[in-house]
């Protein structure tokens, strides 16, 4: 007999799913989902602002000596803020920063960026730079948002965890419930075209 995750009377936060032990896998499917690893075909825009994302290149390389990063809140500021900002001056969305969200016990708390366009984004970063456990926060956080959106909503629900340095991205069937992690990841700032044209291309 399989033992069960969640413990009775207990009510789980977004948080929580960091510190588990278990696999994406067995988390995933206790809350009724499928979970695979595969090569993601994502949607790039060709339509890119290559002066805007140069300009932000260049402008993490001309602060970082300066600052100290040992901290996520640090993370967030200076290497995953600056990119979604500039992503959202280029498109017709709506970005929620530190977003609340409850569904039941299992599924509550705060998501910290969630993008609303046609179709729709989360990203977060990963606690302590562990991108594997900050993964399974992130599974959490969009199988809450299937929960809790309507269902005349698009079918396809788009993830991404960052680190600060290093991205992976994800989808979410929403009619075959079935999560899946991108087995690529993206390094900042030497593939920021890449991350800021899928973002744009996911949200255009």
């Known amino acids: ?9 207990r009510k789980y936060t977004f948080s929580d799913y960091f510190e588990m032990k278990n696999s994406t896998e067995e988390i995933v499917a206790e809350l009724g989902y499928s979970f695979s690893t595969k090569q993601l075909e994502l949607k790039k825009s060709t339509e890119l602002d290559q002066e805007l994302i140069e300009n932000l290149r260049s402008s993490y390389y001309s602060i970082i000596p300066k600052i100290s990063i040992n901290s996520e809140i640090a993370k967030r500021e200076v290497m995953i803020a600056p990119i979604l900002q500039a992503v959202i001056k280029t498109v017709d969305a709506k970005l929620n920063i530190e977003y609340s969200i409850e569904v039941d016990e299992k599924l509550s708390g705060l998501i910290d960026y969630f993008f609303r366009s046609k179709q729709q984004m989360i990203v977060i970063e990963a606690k302590k730079g562990d991108l594997e456990r900050g993964f399974n926060q992130l599974a959490a956080e969009m ?6 959106e309507e269902n005349d909503f698009p079918k396809t629900l788009y993830g991404a965890i ?8 994800a989808i979410l069937e929403r009619e075959m419930k079935s999560l899946v992690k991108d087995i690529h990841t993206f390094r900042f700032p030497e593939d920021l075209t890449d991350i800021f044209s899928i973002i744009k291309g996911v949200l255009s």
């Open 1 to 9: 007999m399989t033992k069960k995750i969640f413990k009775e009377g």
């Open 143 to 148: 199988i809450a948002v299937d929960k809790y």
């Open 162 to 169: 960052s680190i600060g340095e290093v991205w992976r991205f």
